[in-house]
């Protein structure tokens, strides 16, 4: 079984960028507290690094 991320938004898309706001809605995220499990994959990891300031990354298996 692949391994998987678990990503919660910690912080406020408010005063985002639009590129930051869309990457959040990309993975799923809406506001403050939604968690979501995401495949660990390059494109993912990429999505999570451009927005690492908004939110908590756990690795689950």
Do not use: C, F, P, W
Request: glycine share 4%; net charge positive; charged share 35%.
């Amino acid at each position: 079984m692949a391994a998987q991320l678990k990503v919660t938004q910690i912080k406020s898309k408010v005063s985002e960028k639009q590129d930051q706001r869309d990457t959040l809605r990309s993975l799923g995220l809406k506001r403050i507290g939604d968690t979501v499990v995401r495949e660990d994959n390059a494109q993912n990891r990429g999505y999570v690094r451009h927005v690492a300031h908004l939110v908590k990354v756990e690795e689950i298996n």
